[in-house]
């Protein structure tokens, strides 16, 4: 299955893996897969990819596993089953490392979605060996989409955080916010988590207003984009405002302006002299920020 993003594809979507979720559930199948010389192991640094002389994710022999481990099933891609494995000396799950970033600024956004598919997976099965309902240690079934208790029969799958990430607008201008671990003059979209109870819209609404004191009128979404550190879909706004005061919660952001469309262009064209520096290319608030360009053209 492919879909069109146009020109402005978000990072992490596009992966040609078919998942293949009826292999999942069968067991003889999914034998037959893992005793495949064809099956392929996704190649990786602790919990980061290793990428091949193509710039690209790589691959080896599923018969370079490490014994101890266990086996994701990830799907069939170009022919050949695809696996990544859950090692037992990966203790801290998806901690993020200054390598990875450099790595994402390499790797096209259809490779990325294949590795943030296994990425979120691994931290997800590192995190939750043991059972929510009764506390005894849990194994992996389906393939590795799932973990099952053998003590209440309790089933448990891998979820995902949803996130709102959306740009205030208001009389031609945006706002962009700050946080202190961002590099120097980095600004980018303001985001925060869904709330039970909440649907998108107000969520965008209500983030807006707690770390900016802001009230919408109007939530257009945009798109959307996984987002595995370790495990979140971004749903990316923008939202229309009453007015452009500003109430700053600096527990959250450490500095807001308001950015005018020249000044967003001057930033995501890589203007030395742009007010400031944009997200970068894998992130969902860089499509976002050239898809408002786009509707302001």
Same mark, same amino acid.
């Given at each position: ?8 594809? +978000? ?11 009826? &292999? ?6 999914? =034998?037959?897969?893992? $005793? ?12 980061? +990819? !290793? ?11 599923? $018969? ?38 450099? &790595? ?18 691994? @931290? ?25 208790? #053998?003590?209440?029969? =309790? ?8 996130? /709102?990430?959306? %740009? ?6 945006? %706002?962009? #916010? ?24 107000? =969520? &965008? ?16 979404? !945009? &798109? ?39 000044? /967003? ?7 030395? @002299?742009?007010?400031?520096?944009? +997200? +970068? ?15 302001? =053209?």
């Amino acid at each position: 299955m492919t879909l069109s993003f146009g020109d402005d594809r +978000p990072g992490f979507t596009g992966s040609a893996l078919d998942r293949e979720d009826l &292999v999942r559930t069968n067991p003889d199948r999914l =034998a037959e897969m893992t $005793a495949s010389l064809s099956a392929r192991l996704l190649a990786l640094d602790g919990i980061d +990819p !290793v990428l091949d002389d193509m710039g690209m994710l790589g691959w080896k022999s599923l $018969a370079e596993a490490d014994p101890d481990s266990e086996l994701i099933f990830l799907g069939i891609l170009d022919g050949r089953p695809r696996f990544t494995e859950v090692r037992a000396d990966l203790p801290e799950g998806a901690t993020r490392s200054m390598a990875i970033f450099r &790595v994402l600024d390499i790797l096209p956004p259809e490779e990325a979605s294949t590795y943030a598919a296994a990425r979120s997976l691994i @931290d997800w099965h590192v995190r939750h060996g043991f059972c929510a309902k009764c506390g005894n240690a849990t194994a992996m079934f389906r393939g590795g989409w799932g973990r099952n208790c #053998g003590r209440c029969g =309790a089933e448990h799958f891998p979820r995902v955080d949803p996130v /709102v990430i959306m %740009l205030a607008e208001h009389e031609g201008r945006v %706002l962009v #916010g700050r946080q202190p671990r961002y590099p120097a003059r980095r600004y980018s979209a303001l985001a925060g988590f869904l709330e039970p109870g909440e649907s998108i819209e107000e =969520a &965008v609404a209500r983030e807006l207003h707690e770390e900016a004191g802001v009230a919408a009128r109007e939530v257009r979404y !945009v &798109v959307s984009q996984p987002w595995p550190f370790p495990s979140s879909l971004m749903m990316a706004c923008i939202a229309s405002v009453e007015d452009d005061a500003l109430t700053i919660d600096y527990t959250e952001l450490e500095d807001a302006i308001w950015v005018t469309r020249d000044e /967003v262009l001057a930033s995501m064209n890589g203007d030395p @002299d742009a007010r400031f520096l944009p +997200p +970068p290319p894998y992130a969902i608030a860089h499509t976002l920020f050239r898809r408002w360009l786009a509707d302001t =053209a």
